[in-house]
């Protein structure tokens, strides 16, 4: 049994920054893939960010060059940087291994 805890949402103005943080209650070293999914509104849940214990990383084409995923097995967090944020990038962020989901932290970004 694994527990996540999304924390790091807020409102941010476009072009600002943000860091997100998931912490879980168990060890993740074990875990092959984290991952950090969003949905906006009215929009279905899609895959922002993924990260693999080798620390492989994979990203949506909307947030390439911008947002940054990461681990530290030691505090059983995953991170997610995001830069250069856009009013698109509005959305309930989800944390994510295996069949275990966190409730999720708000982002705004606006204006």
């Known amino acids: 049994q694994v527990q996540l805890v999304e924390s790091g949402g807020g409102l941010v103005q476009p072009g600002g920054s943000l860091r997100l943080s998931c912490a879980a209650s168990?060890?993740?070293?074990?875990?092959?893939?984290m991952r950090w999914y969003r949905q906006a509104p009215g929009k279905e849940r899609d895959l922002v960010a993924l990260i693999t214990d080798g620390g492989s990383t994979n990203y949506a084409d909307s947030v390439k060059g911008r947002f940054t995923i990461s681990r530290d097995n030691a505090k059983n967090t995953v991170y997610l940087q995001m830069n250069s944020l856009k009013p698109e990038d509005t959305a309930v962020y989800y944390c994510?291994?295996?069949?275990?989901w966190g409730k999720g932290t708000l982002v705004t970004v606006s204006s």
């Open positions: 168990g060890s993740i070293s074990s875990i092959t893939v």
């Open positions: 994510n291994c295996l069949r275990y």
